[in-house]
Protein backbone atom coordinates (compact mmCIF):
# COMPACT_ATOMS: atom_id res chain seq x y z
CA UNK A 1 0.00 0.00 0.00
CA UNK A 2 1.50 3.33 -1.35
CA UNK A 3 1.09 6.62 0.79
CA UNK A 4 -2.20 8.84 0.68
CA UNK A 5 -4.10 5.39 -0.95
CA UNK A 6 -7.21 4.40 0.76
CA UNK A 7 -7.80 1.18 2.21
CA UNK A 8 -10.14 -0.82 1.15
CA UNK A 9 -13.68 -1.18 2.90
CA UNK A 10 -14.62 -4.25 4.28
CA UNK A 11 -16.81 -5.35 1.52
CA UNK A 12 -14.39 -4.86 -1.23
CA UNK A 13 -15.15 -1.54 -1.85
CA UNK A 14 -13.17 1.83 -1.86
CA UNK A 15 -13.42 3.91 1.07
CA UNK A 16 -15.27 7.01 0.88
CA UNK A 17 -12.57 9.08 -0.82
CA UNK A 18 -11.97 6.84 -4.11
CA UNK A 19 -12.82 7.35 -7.07
CA UNK A 20 -16.22 7.76 -8.50
CA UNK A 21 -18.20 4.95 -10.47
CA UNK A 22 -15.82 2.11 -9.32
CA UNK A 23 -17.79 -0.86 -9.39
CA UNK A 24 -18.95 -2.08 -6.10
CA UNK A 25 -17.51 -5.84 -5.51
CA UNK A 26 -20.07 -8.10 -3.49
CA UNK A 27 -19.32 -10.42 -1.15
CA UNK A 28 -19.98 -13.06 -4.07
CA UNK A 29 -17.36 -13.58 -7.34
CA UNK A 30 -18.62 -11.67 -10.31
CA UNK A 31 -18.63 -13.15 -13.52
CA UNK A 32 -19.24 -16.94 -15.03
CA UNK A 33 -19.76 -19.65 -12.73
CA UNK A 34 -22.15 -22.32 -11.33
CA UNK A 35 -22.99 -19.35 -8.39
CA UNK A 36 -21.99 -16.17 -11.01
CA UNK A 37 -24.60 -13.76 -12.43
CA UNK A 38 -25.49 -15.44 -15.95
CA UNK A 39 -26.60 -13.13 -19.20
CA UNK A 40 -30.22 -12.53 -19.80
CA UNK A 41 -31.85 -11.88 -22.96
CA UNK A 42 -32.16 -8.29 -23.12
CA UNK A 43 -35.91 -7.50 -22.18
CA UNK A 44 -38.07 -5.00 -24.38
CA UNK A 45 -38.69 -1.37 -23.13
CA UNK A 46 -42.08 -0.16 -22.44
CA UNK A 47 -44.48 -1.00 -25.55
CA UNK A 48 -41.48 -2.60 -27.20
CA UNK A 49 -41.87 -6.35 -28.20
CA UNK A 50 -39.48 -8.50 -26.25
CA UNK A 51 -39.28 -12.42 -26.19
CA UNK A 52 -41.38 -13.15 -23.52
CA UNK A 53 -45.56 -12.32 -23.58
CA UNK A 54 -46.07 -8.92 -21.70
CA UNK A 55 -49.08 -9.34 -19.16
CA UNK A 56 -52.68 -9.49 -21.69
CA UNK A 57 -50.75 -10.63 -24.53
CA UNK A 58 -51.88 -13.68 -26.22
CA UNK A 59 -48.26 -15.82 -27.56
CA UNK A 60 -48.77 -16.51 -31.18
CA UNK A 61 -49.56 -20.46 -31.84
CA UNK A 62 -47.44 -22.62 -33.80
CA UNK A 63 -47.08 -22.00 -37.29
CA UNK A 64 -48.25 -18.37 -37.16
CA UNK A 65 -46.23 -15.21 -37.17
CA UNK A 66 -46.58 -12.71 -33.53
CA UNK A 67 -49.36 -10.65 -34.53
CA UNK A 68 -51.40 -13.12 -36.18
CA UNK A 69 -54.17 -14.52 -33.88
CA UNK A 70 -56.94 -16.90 -35.82
CA UNK A 71 -59.97 -15.53 -36.06
CA UNK A 72 -62.71 -16.31 -33.36
CA UNK A 73 -65.01 -19.08 -33.08
CA UNK A 74 -68.98 -18.18 -34.20
CA UNK A 75 -70.70 -19.06 -31.06
CA UNK A 76 -72.92 -22.32 -30.64
CA UNK A 77 -76.07 -22.78 -30.62
CA UNK A 78 -77.40 -24.60 -27.75
CA UNK A 79 -78.13 -28.34 -28.35
CA UNK A 80 -82.39 -28.76 -28.55
CA UNK A 81 -83.12 -32.39 -28.65
CA UNK A 82 -85.68 -32.58 -31.94
CA UNK A 83 -89.11 -34.40 -30.92
CA UNK A 84 -89.05 -37.75 -33.16
CA UNK A 85 -90.96 -37.55 -36.52
CA UNK A 86 -93.97 -39.11 -36.65
CA UNK A 87 -93.62 -42.23 -39.76
CA UNK A 88 -96.14 -40.76 -42.64
CA UNK A 89 -99.10 -42.37 -43.14
CA UNK A 90 -98.86 -44.88 -46.35
CA UNK A 91 -100.99 -43.83 -49.37
CA UNK A 92 -103.44 -46.10 -49.86
CA UNK A 93 -105.89 -46.98 -53.15
CA UNK A 94 -109.34 -48.07 -52.52
CA UNK A 95 -110.85 -48.17 -55.97
CA UNK A 96 -110.48 -45.01 -57.72
CA UNK A 97 -109.59 -42.37 -55.11
CA UNK A 98 -106.93 -42.42 -51.95
CA UNK A 99 -107.85 -43.12 -48.14
CA UNK A 100 -104.96 -41.15 -46.11
CA UNK A 101 -104.93 -42.13 -42.52
CA UNK A 102 -105.87 -39.53 -39.45
CA UNK A 103 -102.43 -37.69 -39.10
CA UNK A 104 -103.29 -37.06 -34.93
CA UNK A 105 -103.13 -41.44 -34.49
CA UNK A 106 -99.91 -42.24 -32.45
CA UNK A 107 -97.76 -44.82 -33.95
CA UNK A 108 -99.25 -47.50 -31.86
CA UNK A 109 -102.99 -46.47 -33.28
CA UNK A 110 -101.48 -46.47 -36.86
CA UNK A 111 -99.91 -49.65 -36.76
CA UNK A 112 -103.08 -51.77 -35.23
CA UNK A 113 -105.37 -49.45 -38.15
CA UNK A 114 -102.76 -50.78 -40.58
CA UNK A 115 -103.54 -54.27 -39.81
CA UNK A 116 -107.14 -54.29 -39.38
CA UNK A 117 -107.52 -52.86 -43.17
CA UNK A 118 -105.33 -55.51 -44.48
CA UNK A 119 -107.14 -58.29 -42.58
CA UNK A 120 -110.22 -56.21 -43.98
CA UNK A 121 -109.16 -56.49 -46.94
CA UNK A 122 -108.69 -61.16 -46.28
CA UNK A 123 -112.41 -60.64 -44.80
CA UNK A 124 -113.31 -59.50 -48.39
CA UNK A 125 -111.81 -61.53 -50.54
CA UNK A 126 -112.93 -64.50 -48.17
CA UNK A 127 -116.10 -63.53 -47.77
CA UNK A 128 -117.28 -61.94 -51.59
CA UNK A 129 -115.71 -64.53 -53.19
CA UNK A 130 -116.47 -67.56 -50.86
CA UNK A 131 -120.04 -67.32 -50.70
CA UNK A 132 -120.90 -67.14 -54.36
CA UNK A 133 -118.46 -70.01 -55.08
CA UNK A 134 -119.98 -71.98 -52.48
CA UNK A 135 -123.82 -71.69 -52.83
CA UNK A 136 -123.26 -71.67 -56.47
CA UNK A 137 -120.95 -74.45 -56.49
CA UNK A 138 -123.73 -76.35 -54.36
CA UNK A 139 -126.41 -75.60 -56.74
CA UNK A 140 -124.58 -76.92 -59.29
CA UNK A 141 -123.54 -80.36 -57.83
CA UNK A 142 -126.93 -80.76 -56.96
CA UNK A 143 -128.38 -79.66 -60.37
CA UNK A 144 -126.17 -80.50 -62.71
CA UNK A 145 -122.75 -82.14 -62.14
CA UNK A 146 -120.65 -83.45 -58.92
CA UNK A 147 -118.35 -81.36 -60.13
CA UNK A 148 -119.90 -78.25 -58.36
CA UNK A 149 -118.80 -79.72 -55.69
CA UNK A 150 -115.44 -79.38 -56.05
CA UNK A 151 -116.01 -75.36 -56.19
CA UNK A 152 -118.12 -75.12 -53.17
CA UNK A 153 -115.14 -76.61 -51.49
CA UNK A 154 -112.80 -73.86 -52.53
CA UNK A 155 -115.78 -71.36 -51.69
CA UNK A 156 -115.49 -72.79 -48.10
CA UNK A 157 -111.98 -72.16 -47.55
CA UNK A 158 -112.20 -69.06 -48.74
CA UNK A 159 -115.09 -68.24 -46.14
CA UNK A 160 -112.65 -69.64 -43.58
CA UNK A 161 -109.96 -67.57 -44.58
CA UNK A 162 -112.68 -64.72 -44.31
CA UNK A 163 -113.53 -66.12 -40.54
CA UNK A 164 -109.88 -66.47 -39.35
CA UNK A 165 -108.84 -62.47 -40.94
CA UNK A 166 -112.82 -61.90 -39.07
CA UNK A 167 -111.01 -63.15 -35.96
CA UNK A 168 -107.97 -61.76 -35.87
CA UNK A 169 -109.09 -58.00 -36.71
CA UNK A 170 -111.41 -58.43 -34.14
CA UNK A 171 -108.41 -58.87 -31.36
CA UNK A 172 -106.99 -55.85 -33.25
CA UNK A 173 -109.58 -54.04 -32.57
CA UNK A 174 -109.71 -55.32 -28.86
CA UNK A 175 -106.15 -53.85 -28.87
CA UNK A 176 -106.90 -50.29 -30.39
CA UNK A 177 -109.84 -49.48 -28.11
CA UNK A 178 -107.43 -49.89 -25.24
CA UNK A 179 -105.72 -47.12 -26.33
CA UNK A 180 -108.03 -45.13 -28.35
CA UNK A 181 -110.17 -42.23 -26.02
CA UNK A 182 -113.39 -42.79 -28.27
CA UNK A 183 -113.74 -46.71 -27.34
CA UNK A 184 -114.38 -45.93 -23.98
CA UNK A 185 -117.12 -44.86 -21.65
CA UNK A 186 -117.53 -40.67 -22.25
CA UNK A 187 -116.16 -38.71 -19.17
CA UNK A 188 -119.33 -36.69 -19.70
CA UNK A 189 -121.84 -39.85 -19.58
CA UNK A 190 -123.02 -38.26 -15.98
CA UNK A 191 -124.45 -35.60 -18.35
CA UNK A 192 -128.27 -35.51 -19.32
CA UNK A 193 -127.04 -33.77 -22.83
CA UNK A 194 -124.23 -36.87 -23.46
CA UNK A 195 -127.13 -39.42 -22.71
CA UNK A 196 -130.06 -38.14 -24.85
CA UNK A 197 -127.14 -38.05 -27.57
CA UNK A 198 -126.06 -41.66 -27.25
CA UNK A 199 -129.96 -42.90 -27.17
CA UNK A 200 -130.77 -40.92 -30.46
CA UNK A 201 -127.15 -42.27 -31.83
CA UNK A 202 -128.42 -45.71 -30.69
CA UNK A 203 -131.52 -45.14 -32.46
CA UNK A 204 -130.23 -44.12 -35.72
CA UNK A 205 -127.92 -47.13 -35.77
CA UNK A 206 -131.38 -49.52 -34.75
CA UNK A 207 -132.88 -48.06 -37.55
CA UNK A 208 -129.61 -49.06 -40.12
CA UNK A 209 -129.77 -52.40 -38.75
CA UNK A 210 -133.61 -53.07 -39.86
CA UNK A 211 -132.76 -51.20 -43.42
CA UNK A 212 -130.11 -53.53 -43.83
CA UNK A 213 -132.27 -56.59 -43.05
CA UNK A 214 -134.95 -55.61 -45.30
CA UNK A 215 -132.71 -54.90 -47.95
CA UNK A 216 -131.40 -58.53 -47.70
CA UNK A 217 -134.79 -59.81 -47.55
CA UNK A 218 -135.54 -57.90 -50.37
CA UNK A 219 -132.72 -59.02 -52.42
CA UNK A 220 -133.60 -62.85 -51.78
CA UNK A 221 -137.47 -61.96 -52.18
CA UNK A 222 -136.65 -60.52 -55.31
CA UNK A 223 -134.27 -63.19 -56.90
CA UNK A 224 -136.86 -65.29 -57.67
CA UNK A 225 -138.02 -62.76 -59.89
CA UNK A 226 -135.39 -62.39 -61.40
CA UNK A 227 -134.49 -65.77 -62.21
CA UNK A 228 -131.60 -66.23 -59.74
CA UNK A 229 -132.83 -70.03 -58.44
CA UNK A 230 -133.01 -71.09 -61.49
CA UNK A 231 -128.76 -71.13 -62.31
CA UNK A 232 -125.83 -71.58 -60.70
CA UNK A 233 -124.44 -68.71 -61.72
CA UNK A 234 -127.32 -66.44 -60.69
CA UNK A 235 -127.64 -68.05 -57.22
CA UNK A 236 -124.24 -67.89 -56.08
CA UNK A 237 -124.46 -63.56 -57.24
CA UNK A 238 -127.59 -63.41 -54.93
CA UNK A 239 -126.28 -64.97 -52.26
CA UNK A 240 -122.86 -62.73 -52.47
CA UNK A 241 -125.13 -59.64 -52.86
CA UNK A 242 -127.51 -60.21 -50.05
CA UNK A 243 -124.57 -60.75 -47.83
CA UNK A 244 -123.33 -57.26 -48.08
CA UNK A 245 -126.24 -55.90 -46.61
CA UNK A 246 -126.35 -58.52 -43.91
CA UNK A 247 -123.14 -58.17 -42.73
CA UNK A 248 -123.77 -53.84 -42.42
CA UNK A 249 -126.57 -54.83 -40.10
CA UNK A 250 -124.61 -57.32 -37.96
CA UNK A 251 -122.29 -54.75 -37.59
CA UNK A 252 -124.99 -51.78 -36.76
CA UNK A 253 -125.98 -54.13 -34.19
CA UNK A 254 -123.25 -54.39 -32.25
CA UNK A 255 -122.78 -50.89 -31.81
CA UNK A 256 -125.88 -50.60 -29.78
CA UNK A 257 -124.81 -52.16 -26.65
CA UNK A 258 -121.70 -49.47 -26.98
CA UNK A 259 -123.87 -46.44 -27.49
CA UNK A 260 -126.19 -47.09 -24.67
CA UNK A 261 -122.98 -47.58 -22.35
CA UNK A 262 -122.22 -43.59 -24.06
CA UNK A 263 -119.46 -44.88 -25.92
CA UNK A 264 -118.66 -42.61 -28.86
CA UNK A 265 -117.12 -45.07 -30.84
CA UNK A 266 -120.40 -46.43 -31.88
CA UNK A 267 -121.35 -43.15 -33.38
CA UNK A 268 -118.19 -43.21 -35.64
CA UNK A 269 -119.64 -46.88 -36.66
CA UNK A 270 -122.37 -46.26 -37.61
CA UNK A 271 -121.51 -43.03 -39.90
CA UNK A 272 -119.06 -44.84 -41.90
CA UNK A 273 -121.87 -47.45 -42.24
CA UNK A 274 -124.50 -45.41 -43.90
CA UNK A 275 -121.66 -42.99 -45.68
CA UNK A 276 -121.39 -46.89 -47.40
CA UNK A 277 -124.90 -46.80 -48.52
CA UNK A 278 -125.32 -43.03 -49.31
CA UNK A 279 -122.79 -43.91 -51.48
CA UNK A 280 -124.62 -46.69 -53.53
CA UNK A 281 -127.44 -44.28 -53.17
CA UNK A 282 -126.33 -41.43 -55.09
CA UNK A 283 -125.36 -43.84 -57.84
CA UNK A 284 -128.84 -45.27 -57.78
CA UNK A 285 -130.60 -42.06 -57.73
CA UNK A 286 -127.64 -41.02 -60.83
CA UNK A 287 -128.74 -43.57 -63.09
CA UNK A 288 -132.32 -43.21 -61.92
CA UNK A 289 -132.04 -39.85 -63.76
CA UNK A 290 -129.71 -40.25 -66.70
CA UNK A 291 -132.29 -43.20 -67.56
CA UNK A 292 -135.00 -40.96 -67.01
CA UNK A 293 -137.00 -43.63 -64.71
CA UNK A 294 -139.21 -42.41 -62.14
CA UNK A 295 -139.12 -45.45 -59.49
CA UNK A 296 -135.27 -45.75 -58.84
CA UNK A 297 -135.12 -41.87 -58.74
CA UNK A 298 -137.41 -41.66 -55.87
CA UNK A 299 -136.16 -44.58 -54.09
CA UNK A 300 -132.57 -43.37 -54.79
CA UNK A 301 -133.59 -39.66 -53.71
CA UNK A 302 -135.60 -41.11 -50.97
CA UNK A 303 -132.69 -43.28 -49.19
CA UNK A 304 -129.98 -40.19 -50.22
CA UNK A 305 -131.92 -38.05 -47.55
CA UNK A 306 -132.09 -40.43 -44.93
CA UNK A 307 -128.83 -41.74 -44.85
CA UNK A 308 -127.30 -37.68 -45.27
CA UNK A 309 -129.43 -36.92 -42.12
CA UNK A 310 -127.91 -40.17 -40.02
CA UNK A 311 -124.25 -38.83 -40.86
CA UNK A 312 -125.12 -35.10 -40.03
CA UNK A 313 -127.09 -36.72 -36.69
CA UNK A 314 -124.37 -38.97 -35.97
CA UNK A 315 -121.50 -36.51 -36.03
CA UNK A 316 -123.40 -33.95 -33.58
CA UNK A 317 -124.02 -37.26 -30.99
CA UNK A 318 -120.84 -38.41 -31.41
CA UNK A 319 -119.28 -34.71 -30.27
CA UNK A 320 -121.91 -34.39 -27.35
CA UNK A 321 -120.56 -37.85 -25.94
CA UNK A 322 -117.64 -36.45 -25.59
CA UNK A 323 -118.45 -33.58 -24.10
CA UNK A 324 -117.88 -31.15 -26.79
CA UNK A 325 -121.05 -28.28 -27.32
CA UNK A 326 -123.13 -29.13 -24.03
Not at 123 to 136: E, K, S, W
Not at 155 to 171: D, E
Amino acid sequence: MYPGQQQPGPYGQQGPYGQQGAQQQGPYPQGPGPYGQQPYPPQGGYGQPGPYPQQGQQQAPYGQQPGQYPQPYAPQQPYVPQAPQQPQAPLQRLGEGHVRLDPNLTADQRTLVLGIQKKSKLLAYGFVLGIPLTFGGAHYGITRAPAGFGAAAVGLALVAMGVLALTQMQAMKRQLRLITPDAWRSPAAHLPGARKAATLAAYINGVLVLLSFAATGYLLVKGAGWGAYGNSLGFGALMGGAFIPFAMGLGAATTIPQLLQVIPAGAKVGRSLYSVILVLAVTVTGEGIKGGEVQPTLIGGAVLLVCAGAVALLGRAAKRMRGEGL
